[in-house]
């Protein structure tokens, strides 16, 4: 018997840097709507976040996240049976954007695929990749994130009214992430334990880019993120401390037995709001959402690759990695480390 351990993690930032000042500037340059000054920082906590460069391609950032976690992992892109490239966004419609990681990663021996689920694709990706190691079908499985939501941001806010479903895409950023999982002997007490996973298809409505399928094709008056802010905390409030609770259950933890917590971001209201309901101390949650903002699928990769710098991921810690996006979806995988 085996399990999946996570040998290698990591993140990257572009270097533009923008604050939500900045952000709101450019909202009253661009229609004349004047956000009140502060208004984006109070409201979701959010102080700055990056934009990629014009000749940033989500692939790149995935790549340049994918050699920290292969520096740090001790390993060579040639050693990955699989490769995964798990975001929102992508490169092109066709072919899988995963194909151009591995060329420019030159992973010659890697499978190549897609997995998208919106800001759960990097959650789904780790548990594919368990489930390949765990079966026998892969020893090593590369899962990168490179995610350009700020070319989703709809700028033409020019009412209070689209203020509010449109604030939540003012706090987008860019950012990559990965993590290696590696086939390790169950003997050995660590590794991926299990994992918890489930849709409400029916709140699919709450969180939308409508273009780029068949519904709008590449319509750009659909091609900006719209949500219902309130709507979707709720079904956070309702699913993942259910969630949380049945998991944690099944492994035999309890939230105290949790060091690390490694969650999708949205606002820092939300995270703390969603531990308290979870009896999870919010000071385990590894932190991104104030100086990067919504990374969507890269966030749980950020915080992971943020953990292991800081020294918290040391043999024997409980982490716990908890997601949630839009479709709507959550999901949980406990690991000890």
Known sequence: MRRASIVGVGHYLPDASVTSEDVEVRVQQRTGFRIPQGLVGRVTGVERRQYRAPEEQCS???VQAARRALQRAGLAATDMDVLIFA???QDLTEPATANIVQDKLAAVNAHAIDVKNACNSFLNAVDLADGLIRSGKAERVLVTVGETPSLAIDWDIDSAEKLRSGIAGLTLGDAGGAAILQATPESEGRGLLTSRFRTFGDK????TVLSGGSMHCFDPK???FSGKPRALREQAYKQIPVLVREVLQQVG???DDIDVVCCHQITTELIDAVAA???IDPERCIMSIHDCGNTAAASIAIGMSR??????LSAGKRVLLVGAAAGFSVGAIPIIW
């Open 277 to 279: 309901r979870c009896r």
């Open 87 to 89: 975001s929102c966004t």
């Open 204 to 207: 699919w409505r709450l969180a």
């Open 222 to 224: 659909h091609g900006s």
């Open 307 to 312: 953990a292991h710098e800081r020294g918290m």
């Open 253 to 255: 933890w309890t939230s």
């Open 60 to 62: 790149d950032l995935a």
